[in-house]
């Protein structure tokens, strides 16, 4: 990740910077841990606030889940500076694995339907060698 420089780990200080590539790179060692895989591929989780005890449902941010496009994975991200952006590991119909990343989309809807585009994309276009 020789491109990238995070000042800090919440992913909301402006100054944090990377590219598309990177990100990918981040993600495929990300995806090999089974409980990040697990918990970053989520529709919704139920969570226990302590010392209250209140249980709250937490929603996904990533609407590409539940589309078209088989999601394994994946982290969303908004900043005023950045804009949304969202890497995901998607399950392709052919049983290959595609990371997909997006920067600088101007809404949600602009990130999700880019994502499936690529998905699609790769699926129509890109030759594997099984």
């Not at 302590?50 to 394994?72: A, D, E, K, M, Q």
């Not at 500076?81 to 101007?106: D, R, W």
């Amino acid at each position: 990740m020789n491109n990238t420089e995070f000042k800090e780990p919440s992913g909301l200080n402006p100054e944090n910077v990377s590219t598309a590539y990177d990100i990918a790179k981040l993600l495929s060692l990300a995806g090999k841990n089974e409980t990040i895989r697990e918990i970053a591929g989520m529709h919704r989780s139920m969570i226990q606030v302590y010392p209250s005890n209140i249980r709250r449902t937490v929603l996904t941010t990533n609407h590409l889940l539940g589309t078209i496009v088989f999601v394994s994975f994946g982290k969303t991200g908004y900043l005023d500076e950045a804009m949304y952006n969202l890497a995901t590991s998607v399950s392709l119909p052919n049983g290959n694995e595609v990371y997909i990343v997006t920067l600088g989309s101007q809404t949600n809807e602009e990130r999700v339907q880019d994502a499936k585009n690529l998905a699609v994309w790769a699926q129509r276009t890109y030759q594997w060698n099984n």
